[in-house]
Nanobody, 124 residues
Framework: QVQLVESGGGLVQAGGSLRLSCAAS????????MGWFRQAPGKEREFVAT????????YYADHVNGRFTISRDNAKSTLYLQMNDLKPEDTAVYYC?????????????????WGQGTQVTVSS
């Protein structure tokens, strides 16, 4: 089992920045590919970014590419999401997720572990 706890969400004005963190505990964090997803009210959960076990491979959804950066620190068992130039449409609950293989994936169903989420609200 892997436990995931997100932090760093909050209220920010459009154009601002936030850095989300996801602390992992349980099994060896470095064995897992990780991802960030988000869900806005009334919408399905959607892919944001994913990273391979070593951090060398990353993929982003088109709507965040160039603004968000996913990274990981395996020594600290922590996943990050740096979000810059935030827009009101980025408002959502953000979830980190882990999958029991080393390769990243944009598909939520391929993830085995999920955090409880952290709210990000961007005001216009």
């Amino acid at each position: 089992q892997v436990q995931l706890v997100e932090s760093g969400g909050g209220l920010v004005q459009a154009g601002g920045s936030l850095r989300l963190s996801c602390a992992a505990s349980g099994r060896t964090f470095s064995n897992y590919a990780m991802g960030w997803f988000r869900q806005a009210p009334g919408k399905e959960r959607e892919f944001v970014a994913t990273i391979g076990w070593r951090g060398g491979t990353t993929y982003y959804a088109d709507h965040v590419n160039g603004r968000f950066t996913i990274s990981r620190d395996n020594a600290k068992s922590t996943l990050y999401l740096q979000m810059n130039d935030l827009k009101p449409e980025d408002t959502a609950v953000y979830y980190c997720a882990g999958r029991s293989v080393t390769s990243p994936s944009p598909t939520p169903a391929r993830y085995d572990y999920w955090g409880q989420g952290t709210q990000v609200t961007v005001s216009s």
